[in-house]
Each structure stands twice: as C-alpha cells, then as structure tokens.
C-alpha cells in the first residue's frame, strides 16, 4: 500500500493519487520494497516538519504569556492560551504583539495628527470655555486612561494612550500661548518652551511612575534635550553656548542615572519590578548612558570647532567653559561610576583628554609664533601621552582587563588606557595636518630632478621647511619611543630583544619608520644647503652598510629595513644634481657589492643569502644607472651612451665568472649576471634606431657571448653569440643596399654546416640548433626578407626548394633544426606566392563571405577541438624526441 505524496522524490514532479509505478518526468521507479520505505521516511519527515511549526508557535504563545504576567500589575491572574490542536497550521509570519503594537502606534498617531488640525484649524469657531473644555477633557482622558487600561491586562494600549496624552499636553500648551491665557503670548517663543519642555521633561517621568508605565520615563529623557538649547537660543547665545548647554545637559543625565543605578541597587525587588524587571532596567540604563554621551560629544565637537576657528583670543577663552566642562564631566564618569564598563569609563576619560588638548591649543595658538599653531595642539597631546604610558606601565594594563572578578581593572586602569589612546589619536590628527608639508619637502629634489633629466633646464629652485611640522613629527617619535620602551619594561624584555610581543614590536617599528624622515629633514629645517644635507644622507647610508657588514648576524631584518629606506632616499634625492647622481649611485654600487659579497657567505643565513642576491643585481643595474647619466652629462647621443652601458655589461660577465669560482657563491653570481643580461639589452634597444651602431652593439654583444660559451656551465651562450653575429651581418648588408645577400651568406652557411657536421660526428650528442641553426639561418633568413621585396620568380623558387630540402632531411634524420627552419621558410615562401591571388580573389568576393568562412572554420575547429589536441600533443612529442 503506497502512501500519499505532494510529488516525486527526486525531481518533485505532482504524482496524483496513486502514483504511478513510474514518475513521468524523470522516470524513477516508485514500486517495490525500496519505494514504499522511500514513501515512508518521506512522510515521517513531513510529519517531523509540521510537529516542528506547531512548536515555534506554541513557544511564542507561551513566551508572550509570560511578557503580559510581567507587565501586568500584581495579583492581576494572566491566562495562557491554549494550544492550537493542529501540528500542521500555517506559521504566521507577524506575530500577535507585533500586530498589536502596529496599530497602536498608528493609531496613538492619527489621534495626535487630529487633535493637531483641531488646535491649528479649528481653534476659531470656539470661545475661550469651549477651547478649555475640549483641549483639557481630551487630555485628562488620555492621561487617566492607563490606570484601566493596566487593570484590564492591555499594558501596551495603556502605553499608547500615555503617549497621545503627553502629545496633547505639548498641544495645550501651544494653544494656551496662541489664545493669550494668562499673557503667555508675551513671553518669548524660547523661552516660554525652553520652560515647559523642562517641566514636560522631570513630569513625564513621574507621570510613567505614578501609572506604572514605561514609555514616559525615555520621553522624559528625550526632551530633556532641548531645554538647555531652548534657554541658549532665548538669550541669543552663540556657539559656545549652545555647546555648554548640550554638556550641562548631558552632565544632568549622567548625575541622574548614578542616582537611579545607586536606588535600584539597594532598592527592594518591587522598585525595580516597577521598572519591569531587571531587563528593563538594563535597557534603560544603557539608553541614558547612549543618549547622553552623544549629546556630550556633539556639544564637545561644536565646541572644539568653535575654539579652533576663534577669531580672536577672546572667543578662544568662551570656549574654556564648555571644553572645562566636559573635561570634567569626562574624569568624574571614568572615577565614579565604577559600576561602568570598563569602554565607557576609559572612553571618558579619553574625551577629557581631547577637550584639554583642545582648549591648551585654542589658547597656545595666540600666543605662539606664525606656523606654530599646530604644534600648540600636538605638545600637551604628547605630555599626556607620554604621562599616560608611564601609568600603563605602573599598572601593568595595556588593553582591556577584566570586567569583574579578582582581576576588575582599577580606576587608574581605565584612566591610564583613555588617555593614552585619545592623547595619541590628537597627535595623529596633528601629523595628519603637517604630513602635506612634510611630503613637499621630501619630494621636492626629486622635482627637479626630473626637470633636470627631461628638460634639461630646471629653473632655480629653494629647499625650504618649516621647523613646526619637524617638531611634530619628532614628538610622535618621541612618544612611539617611549611607549614601546615602557611596554618592553612592563612584560619583561629589554630594548632590542628578540623576542619582544607584537605591540612593543609594532611599536618599535613605528618609531623607527617616523624617525627616518625627521632624521632626514632635520638638516632641510636648519637651513643647510642642498649638496650637505645630500652629503649628510650619502653618509648615513655608508655608515649604515658598515654596520651591516661588521655584524650581519644581529638584527638583520630591521637592519636592511633602515638601510633601504636611507640608500632609497640618497638615491632620489640625489637626481636634482647630475654630479651627485654619479657620486651618490657609484657609493651605491660599491656598497651594494660588497654588502652582497659579505652576505653570501657559506655561513651565511638563508635570508642574508637572498639579500645578497637582490644586492648584487642592484649593484650592477646602479652601475648601468651610472652609465646613462654619464653619458648624458657628457652630452653624448643615446647611441653611443649605448656603448657605455654594454661595456658595464660585458665586465659584469666577466665580474660574475670570476666571482662563481668562490664557494657559496653560486647564486650570487646568477643574480649579477642577470642584471648584466638586463643592462645588454638595454644597450641594444638604445640603438635601434641608428643601424650603424645597433650593427656594431649585435657584433659586440655575439663576440661577448661566444665567449661566455667558453665557460662550461654556459655552452648553450654560443647559440645566442651566433644569432646575435648573425643579425649583425644582416643590419650590415641592409646598410649596404645589398639586393642578393646569398652572395656574402652562402660561404659562411657552408663552412657553418660544414663544421657543425664534424662536430656531431666528434660529439654525437651535440644539438642540432647547436651544429646547424646558425648556418641554416645565415643564408634562409636574409634571403627570406629580400624574397617580399624582389618580384622575380627565381628567389622565391631556389629559396624554397633549399627550404624542402632541409625539411626532407629533417625528416630523414629527425632532426629539429633542419625540420622546423625549413618548414617555416616553405611555409613562409609559400604564403608569399599565394598573397596576390588570395588578395585578389577576396577583393572579387563580397564582404561577408570571409567572415562566413572564418565562422565555419571557427565551428569546426570547436567541433573537433579535442581530437586535434591529441594530436598536437603526438606532434610536440615526436618533434622533442628528434635532437
């Protein structure tokens, strides 16, 4: 017996009732033993499914059940709702207090919409009794509508209501000015509401206390906002006031919640019971604590703004008062609500720390000399944050302790933590602003000298920076330097030990990165000239080297690091000078060699070993630096600096043979040679636009590599020595007009061939590229190009049956370079013959139809595109086994 199904198990397909013994879709068999066990767990586990649905829905009927005995006044009985009966239904995807409070706040907010056009639009058709009588009817119901409302178990009605009634008492009071009772239309406008939003602000507390409500108490809290901005603006105060009222506002919050956190704390359990319970409370501290730490901060930040952009000295002294305020505001959260997160209380006294700064330098700015105004704000930034470290240290708390226990982070803890991170966050604003001159003045010799190089006039240029972004930057020096001693101290390591943690390491580092620049710059600030502050860095970074190579076993990375940075500003700054590019790169080819000779020592380390390597080939690509400007300041044309280069080259060859016969220096010696390989090619692309010298550079370049072929371990050169002789010979018949270069190639092919036959006779397993490429190339590759320009029929013959008989022979005696060279030459020849007639015929055919035929041809390569892959690969690998 087969059970009901919604569909097919496997594709979902509808079945019907019964089901087929077959799903019509994807003809899965639904008979036999392993179906109907199919059919079994399918419908335990849509059973599973609903049992599961009717759960969650049960669980938040209960759960509100529970909510509503809560919120309901004592004694009050609160019935559970019984179950629905069928495991199946639907689940709601709204639940039932969500519902509920929909319309109540859709409601609470038509009723306020409409008493609001009734006070505005038909306030006229009234006298004065019937004004009063409606407006305070209405309202008295509102707020004496509650107490029922609880008593009936409709809490969240009863909190609507409330709140319309608060709405319709800010609506008397309008309509009580706009009608003139008792005067009140001569009051100011911020004024009469600065003193009722005072008065709304401590009774709507005590109204939600009386009723036993919720929603008062955080309305109360929420208009407590404006009167202070209310009285600002009624005694046309200016920014500062404001500011004072804001953090006035902010300190009353702050004093009424340690009031409330003391009573609740020592308060009996119906105190908080008639909060809501423990939760509720909870929330509401954390609300009081939010609202009023944001409305702190934007009174702090207005007025912060307003002392930083003071137009006078007077100004800047309003702006103490509410700077004064929040510092202390600041300082006494972070001491005396000890019951505070340890974020809030450390946060505090971080604010403190921002406004004091802000206010020293507010008042620091007038009385310093012109441009010292930002290190008026980083100086006292710096004192505490250096005042700070030290109380990490004697506290021994860098980050976040624990929140309770034996292990509660102190108040000195909290306060320590705060200011060192706000002091240092102000110090960073301050590098921040001073980093645009700071960059100028370190780019500005790399300005000119590109000037320099490519105009080849740079007009006069001054090297100038003031002394107050320089004192900056070496106060964040002074700071990172002594944080990172004080947290090398507290966890029990030394200045300079291996195994420091991570911050006394970052740190550290970040010390030495902002000390670099200000080392730098210190000379520019004094006024020294541009060739000794060049001399003084040039310096530095011998010295530097020195240290390196005395003692490349301790602290090698850091080492390196700072070395880097130094030989990279050298070299940078010394472009603004074409002197000073040769002095400054030579010292810095000779350093780099030897610092790579000292670090590729056999004991050496494998990370020395790889510097070694990277120093060698910047030694040798600073040598080719060297030679282009040489050649440059010598006023010499490309060509010939071309020259200058490719003789560094070949040295470089002969320097890094020479430095492969010491032990361990293998990979050294692979870099440099490289970096030679680098500079060769350079020179040749230097010449390519003068044919008289690219020839003379191609013939240099193969003498050069037929004799590295000479060492052992670089046989394979002697093919790129014979290329490059070869492609020297052609750049010279080409200057030479020279219509049948088979006249001057053909002997050299001969005796080529000629001798590359006796050597595999004498070494069999000589290549055949080795033996017979370059005499092969010497005479089908010229003649190649003259065939596209000669429109006679005997080249492109001769050429091509020599080129069939090399293929022939290939074949024959399977070899790769007489097989490839001639069959590309064939092909190439007869692409040559074919291009009239093809050039021909497509002009004959309409447009469409190579694209048609490129289509197709597309098509069926895709077709049979894994079948000519195979034989490609059979191809690759029958042509590699030939020699």
């Excluded at 009140?184 to 911020?190: C, I, M, P, S």
């Excluded at 030989?567 to 472009?575: F, I």
């Excluded at 440059?632 to 071309?642: G, K, Q, R």
């Amino acid at each position: 017996m087969h059970m009901e199904s919604p569909g097919c198990p496997d594709c979902g397909t509808p079945l019907g009732t019964p089901p087929p013994a077959w799903c019509s879709h994807c003809r899965l068999p639904l008979t036999g033993p392993d179906a109907l066990a199919l059919w079994q767990v399918t419908g335990e586990l849509h059973a599973l499914d609903g049992r599961r649905r009717w759960l969650v829905q049960r669980h938040g009927e209960l759960l509100g059940a529970l909510r509503a005995r809560r919120d309901a006044p004592e004694g009050t009985p609160v019935t559970v709702p019984a179950g629905d009966s069928v495991a199946g239904s639907a689940t709601r995807e709204v639940s039932a207090p969500s519902a509920r409070t929909a319309l109540l706040i859709v409601g609470g907010v038509l009723v306020v919409v409409a008493a609001l056009v009734f006070t505005v639009v038909s306030w006229g058709r009234l006298g004065i009794g019937g004004r009063a009588a409606v407006l305070l009817a209405v309202t008295a119901c509102a707020l004496a509508l509650p107490r029922p409302l609880r008593r009936r178990q409709l809490t969240a009605t009863a909190e609507a209501a409330a709140a319309v009634g608060l709405a319709l008492v800010l609506l008397d009071a309008y309509a009580a000015r706009e009608a003139g009772l008792g005067g009140l239309d001569g009051a100011g406008t911020a004024g009469y509401w600065a003193v009722l939003t005072a008065l709304m602000s401590v009774g709507a507390p005590v109204y939600g206390w009386w009723m036993r409500l919720r929603l008062p108490l955080p309305v109360g809290i929420l208009l407590a906002r404006l009167p202070g901005l209310l009285a600002a603006a009624a005694l046309a105060g200016g920014p500062e006031d404001y500011a004072t009222a804001m953090i006035a506002t902010a300190a009353v919050d702050f004093a009424a919640l340690y009031a409330f956190t003391a009573r609740a704390a020592t308060g009996s359990a119906g105190f908080r019971d008639r909060l809501g319970g423990e939760r509720a409370v909870g929330r509401l501290v954390t609300g009081v604590r939010v609202v009023g730490s944001g409305w702190a901060l934007l009174g702090g930040a207005l007025a912060a703004g307003y002392a930083m952009s003071a137009a006078s000295p007077a100004e800047a002294m309003w702006a103490w008062l509410p700077l004064g305020l929040l510092a202390l505001l600041g300082m006494a959260l972070c001491r005396g609500f000890r019951a505070a997160p340890f974020a809030l209380r450390s946060g505090s006294e971080g604010v403190a720390v921002v406004a004091l700064v802000v206010a020293v330098g507010a008042g620091l700015r007038w009385v310093a000399p012109a441009g010292w105004a930002v290190a008026g704000y980083a100086a006292p930034a710096a004192l505490v944050a250096v005042w700070a470290a030290v109380r990490c240290a004697r506290t021994g708390r860098w980050e976040r302790p624990a929140e309770s226990g034996p292990f509660a982070p102190p108040r000195e803890a909290a306060a320590a933590v705060g200011e060192l991170v706000a002091a240092s966050a102000m110090l960073l604003l301050t590098g921040v602003v001073v980093l645009p001159e700071l960059a100028y003045a370190l780019a500005r010799p790399i300005a000119s000298g590109m000037e320099l190089w490519l105009g080849g006039h740079p007009a006069q240029w001054s090297w100038q920076l003031a002394a107050a972004p320089l004192v900056v930057l070496w106060m964040a020096v002074a700071v990172l330097a002594t944080t990172a001693v004080l947290r090398a101290r507290t966890v029990g390591v030394g200045v300079g030990d291996r195994h420091l943690d991570r911050p006394a390491n970052a740190l550290y580092n970040a010390a030495a990165l902002a000390a670099l620049p200000a080392l730098f710059l210190l000379p520019v600030a004094l006024g020294l000239p541009y060739e000794w502050v060049l001399a003084i860095v040039a310096v530095a970074s011998v010295a530097l080297t020195t240290v390196v190579v005395r003692r490349p076993e301790t602290a090698l990375v850091p080492k390196l690091a700072v070395l880097a940075v130094t030989d990279t500003v050298a070299l940078l700054w010394s472009s603004a000078d074409r002197v000073a590019v040769l002095v400054v790169w030579g010292a810095f080819a000779a350093s780099a060699a030897v610092l790579a000779h000292v670090l590729s020592a056999p004991t050496a380390r494998p990370a020395a070993r790889a510097t070694a390597r990277v120093a060698g080939a910047l030694a040798v690509l600073a040598l080719g630096v060297e030679a282009v400007a040489a050649g440059i300041t010598a006023d010499l044309p490309w060509h010939v600096t071309a020259f200058v280069m490719l003789g560094v080259a070949v040295v470089i060859a002969c320097a890094a043979a020479a430095w492969r016969r010491l032990p361990g220096r293998e990979q050294v010696s692979t870099a440099v040679e490289g970096a030679g390989y680098v500079l060769a090619v350079t020179a040749l692309a230097l010449t390519a636009f003068h044919p008289d010298a690219l020839s003379l550079a191609l013939a240099v370049s193969g003498v050069a590599g037929l004799a590295i072929a000479l060492r052992p371990d670089r046989r394979r050169a002697a093919l790129a020595g014979t290329a490059l002789l070869i492609a020297s010979s052609w750049v010279r018949l080409a200057l030479a007009d020279i219509d049948h270069p088979e006249a001057y190639t053909l002997p050299v092919t001969a005796a080529a061939l000629v001798i590359g036959r006796r050597r595999r006779t004498h070494a069999p397993g000589t290549s055949s590229w080795t033996a017979y490429g370059a005499g092969l190339s010497a005479t089908m590759l010229p003649s190649l190009i003259a065939m596209w320009s000669d429109g006679h029929w005997v080249r492109p013959l001769l050429l091509g049956t020599a080129a069939l008989l090399a293929t022939v022979v290939g074949v024959r005696t399977r070899l790769q370079a007489p097989l490839l060279v001639g069959s590309a030459v064939l092909v190439l020849v007869g692409v040559h013959e074919l291009a009239p007639t093809v050039v021909q015929v497509l002009g004959l055919l309409p447009r469409w139809v190579p694209l048609a035929a490129a289509g197709l041809l597309l098509l069926l390569l895709g077709a049979t595109y894994e079948k000519r892959i195979d034989e490609a690969r059979r191809l690759r690998d029958t042509v590699r086994s030939m020699k």
